[in-house]
């Protein structure tokens, strides 16, 4: 019998349990890789050309980047100069001057029509990541327009002597631009000056008041650079650099920025500062105006300050017309029809009071009305409390003149202002007027009346009067200014301060 000897096929043997992959031994820390022997290091890409050791600056009062306005401020004399480089966006924002200078019309050439700027190949346009700035690297350069550019000097040489020189206009090719040649391509600036373009359309959100203060006042003698500092100041925002101790000082220097700034039609936004840095002084700013009423007039017109116009025209209202020589054509029309209606209102006010102090009277106890034969004293009281308002509101008579070719002699004794007289009768003193000796020399015209009963009783009637006359003034009384009128003693201002200006008649407003 032959035995077969079966071969076992692949099928039949017993499929062998999978076997898990070879474990693979940690690397130590220690050991390293046998295929390289040095540490390759990657280098971060940068787009902004390398380091310099100067980068231009920007921000005020040069803006190196973004800056397309160059502004050159020389002193009378050519030593000093103060050189900007400024926005024509925010320029022209704050003043009409810069805003038609700087229109396609006015300009020596059309929007678009300038030279052509090529951007480097190796120039980013935004600061990003390395893939972003490898890409754009390998993009093919191309052209576009050139930013116009501005600039302007001050003309002393067609300046008259007494008149604050003017900025005028200059050929680009003499600016630091260049003329018609494209300017150097220059670097990117950094990532924080990328977001200034963004801004530029909402001014309001630019934060720059945390910016540090570079701009240098002017040295005695070169007040126009400081003028002109502070008005570009005033224009990004910062605060100006003027007087905050002597008041007399910083009203100087707040009317020659005023002035300049109406000159360049920028008084909307140079207004709200002087009147922010005048109100500071507080107490010593009333006094001031009080002495000098006609000058803070102006100053408050042109600054478009509610607070000093108002307290300074109550005093000019108050002491009219002394002030009008030094405000006749020199303010606008319609300050002086203000002026003129509150001095009419006031007359008016004056006159109803006045009225009513000629008709006053005393009264018995029966409550008859008092005349010589029911009391005869009270009714001397009366005549003399007339006789002093007649010489006290009325001017005093001139003698009359044989020659009437010859002019009459003035009068040494001139009559007190109305003003005057009214704050005696309003005023809670007893012896302001009329008093006690005044009184006594009365009685004594009439021996036989001067008695000590009668003078007590006589100065009890007359100080019934002075009550009456109180009550009838107190509408005079009222005191709208700032000022508080205690401070200046017993005898106070000579003139009303009653007068009040509505928010609906301030000049400016519509």
Request: aromatic share 8%; net charge neutral.
């Amino acid at each position: 019998m032959v035995s077969h000897h079966r071969i076992p096929s692949y099928q039949d043997s017993p499929s062998p349990a999978p076997s898990a992959p070879p474990a693979i031994a940690p690397r130590a820390a220690s050991v390293t890789s046998g295929r390289s022997h040095t540490r390759r290091h990657r280098h971060a890409r940068t787009h902004h050309g390398g380091t310099t050791p100067y980068a231009p600056q920007n921000e005020f009062p040069v803006f190196s980047y973004t800056g397309d306005v160059e502004i050159l401020i020389t002193s009378t004399d050519g030593r000093r100069e103060n050189r900007y480089v400024l926005h024509r966006l925010i320029l022209s924002q704050c003043s009409g001057f810069f805003e038609a200078g700087t229109r396609a019309e006015w300009s020596g050439q059309q929007p678009g029509a300038g030279p052509l700027t090529r951007i480097a190949e190796d120039e980013s346009v935004t600061v990003g990541s390395s893939s972003r700035a490898s890409s754009q690297e390998r993009r093919p350069s191309y052209d576009q327009p050139a930013r116009q550019r501005w600039k302007y000097v001050l003309d002393w040489e067609h300046t008259p002597e007494d008149d604050a020189p003017m900025l005028v206009r200059k050929d680009e090719a003499s600016s630091m631009f260049g003329g018609g040649a494209p300017p150097p391509v220059r670097n990117k600036p950094p990532a924080s000056n990328e977001h200034f373009f963004r801004s530029m359309t909402n001014f309001s959100a630019l934060n720059l008041h945390e910016r540090s203060q570079s701009s240098v006042p002017a040295e005695h003698g070169d007040e126009v650079l400081k003028d002109y500092d502070n008005l570009f100041r005033t224009m990004y925002q910062y605060p100006p650099i003027l007087d905050s101790i002597n008041i007399a000082t910083a009203y100087s220097e707040c009317k020659a920025l005023l002035h300049l700034a109406d000159m360049y039609d920028a008084l909307e936004i140079v207004g709200s500062r002087v009147d922010h840095h005048l109100l500071r002084f507080g107490a010593r700013l009333f006094k001031q105006i009080a002495k000098y009423p006609p000058s803070y007039l102006k100053l408050g017109y042109l600054a478009r300050s509610r607070t000093i116009f108002t307290e300074s025209l109550i005093h000019v209202v108050g002491q009219w017309p002394l002030a009008a020589p030094q405000l006749r054509g020199q303010i606008d029309a319609a300050v002086m029809d203000l002026i003129e209606d509150k001095v009419d209102e006031l007359r008016e006010q004056e006159e109803r009071v006045e009225f009513k102090l000629w008709r006053l009277s005393l009264t018995t106890t029966r409550g008859e009305r008092v005349t010589p034969a029911n009391d005869y004293l009270a009714w001397l009281g009366m005549s003399l409390f007339r006789q002093w308002l007649a010489e006290n509101t009325t001017p005093a008579p001139t003698g009359m003149k044989k020659d009437s070719s010859q002019p009459a002699p003035p009068t040494s004794a001139s009559a007190p202002s109305p003003g005057r007289v009214y704050r005696l009768l309003g005023s809670s003193m007893p012896n302001a007027y009329l008093n006690h000796e005044e009184l006594k020399r009365f009685l004594k015209l009439q021996p036989d009346l001067y008695t000590r009963d009668n003078l007590r009783r006589f100065e009890r009637r007359m100080e019934e009067i002075k009550d009456l006359a109180r009550e009838l003034a107190k509408p005079l009384m009222r005191n709208f200014l700032e000022l508080d009128l205690s401070i200046l003693g017993p005898a106070g201002l000579g003139y009303l301060t009653c007068v009040r200006l509505e928010p609906s008649e301030i000049p400016w407003e519509d």
